[in-house]
């Protein structure tokens, strides 16, 4: 059984506070001539039927990108989870992939792989994973999850829960282990952001 790309919503998650980058928006950066966000929608898109963006600020910016703009349901930048929400209650398909705008190289396999990791396992949420001097070390934000965990998700935020591995604790998950560590690399800090752009230089 594998799921078609058709069922699968992606979703680009920049509804960060982006503390740790002094406050900016960090879907906003520029990476190579281009913002952070619009680097992982290009690279998400050709990996699903259809594409959004999770953005708490500048969203005529976020929109400007050609696909739909949804802010966090929960106030107060309840972190990935309330990213996810949103992303599932505006999902008119059955399964959401979901990005950080921070990691633009990620690989261009990685729905692929997920979907039928999740598909094989029949689980609920297949989730990324890297393998750095032989740990193996989870990816939460790239993560597959069925839609229909919609009602989960809310009673779980609702209660005031914020953390991502406690809530997919919960449900039948799959990890996809990736053998490039590099292509995860995300920038949190302008340091970083740096770092990233060296790497990446044409």
Known sequence: MTIAIDDITG????GGRGSRMGGVDKGLQMHLGMPLALHA????????????VNANRNLAAYESMGVPVWPDPIEDYAGPLAGWLAGIEHCETPYLVTVPCDTPGFPTDLVARLATA????????????????GVVRRQPVFC???ASLLESLVAYLHAGERKVDRWTARHRCVEVVFDDAAAFFNANTLAELQQLQQQQQP
């Open 11 to 14: 979703l680009v998650l920049a």
């Open 41 to 52: 929608l290009l690279r998400l898109q050709p990996q699903v039927g259809r594409a959004m």
């Open 118 to 133: 999740l598909a094989k396992a029949d689980a609920e949420i297949a989730m990324a994973a890297t393998r750095e001097e």
């Open 144 to 146: 597959l999850l069925r």
